[in-house]
């Protein structure tokens, strides 16, 4: 089945720790993306990439960073930077930039 | 960068009542994507909407996309409770900037 697999379901990181979620697609989608969505929240766009090897900052980049090495695999990072990480992470790609997005199932980071 | 607004933030409905979100934006959108979350769930996508004035129905949802295209609605007619979760509109003010609006979480007493 065509898809988005987001791993892992629960990760949790210490403090000073660098911690990188996987998100990985097989709809051959050009873009994908990165969302924060912290309780009761919307979703807040950290990172997004139309292309390989071309990604851009989204609302709330700070503490975060990614790579498109690959069209099928948009990574994480979550950096010692980001001070407050605790939140369910989102990956979502789509044909290309304005089309419907097709959604992971998400990363819930809590912070030991 | 250009928000999108959405209200209400909550609803509470009977079963049977009809339920209503709304987006709206201060300048035009491009196209507007409609979007479910179920509780401990990922968004879905439901609709997209493109054209000035475009109204879309799927069974008891129906779509509207205003005349300016700077607001959408999202009404459900006669709840039920598998309505239940939160619905996001996510507004295009162009090919590379969209934003989700807040949600709209509704919950539905049986």
């Known amino acids: 089945d065509g898809g988005i697999t987001q791993s892992p379901k629960y990760l949790f990181r210490k403090e000073g720790q660098n911690v990188t979620l996987s998100c990985e697609q097989n709809?051959?989608?050009?873009?994908m993306y990165w969302y924060r969505q912290d309780p009761g929240q919307g979703l807040r766009l950290i990172y997004y990439?139309?292309?390989?090897?071309?990604?851009q900052k989204g609302d709330i980049a700070e503490g975060y960073s990614v790579s498109r090495e690959k069209k099928e695999s948009f990574p994480l990072t979550v950096t010692s930077a980001q001070k407050n990480p605790t939140a369910f992470y989102l990956c979502?790609?789509?044909?290309?930039?304005?089309?419907?997005?097709?959604f992971g199932d998400g990363t819930r980071l809590s912070i030991l | 960068g250009q928000q999108v607004m959405q209200i209400p933030q909550y609803q509470h409905v009977q079963e049977g009542e009809d339920f209503t979100t709304y987006c709206n934006s201060s300048t035009t959108l491009s196209n507007i994507q409609w979007y479910k979350q179920r509780p401990g769930g990922h968004p879905v996508f439901l609709i997209q909407l493109v054209k000035s004035g475009e109204v879309k129905k799927q069974k008891r949802l129906t779509f509207q996309f205003g005349e300016a295209k700077k607001n959408s609605s999202l009404h459900i007619t006669a709840t039920q409770t598998t309505d239940v979760g939160t619905y996001f509109c996510?507004?295009?003010?162009?090919?590379?900037?969209?934003?989700f609006g807040a949600g709209t979480r509704l919950t539905v007493k049986p």
């Open positions: 979502a790609s789509s044909i290309y930039g304005n089309q419907p997005q097709h």
């Open positions: 990439s139309q292309i390989v090897n071309d990604f």
């Open positions: 709809l051959n989608h050009d873009a």
């Open positions: 996510a507004g295009f003010h162009n090919n590379n900037d969209m934003r």
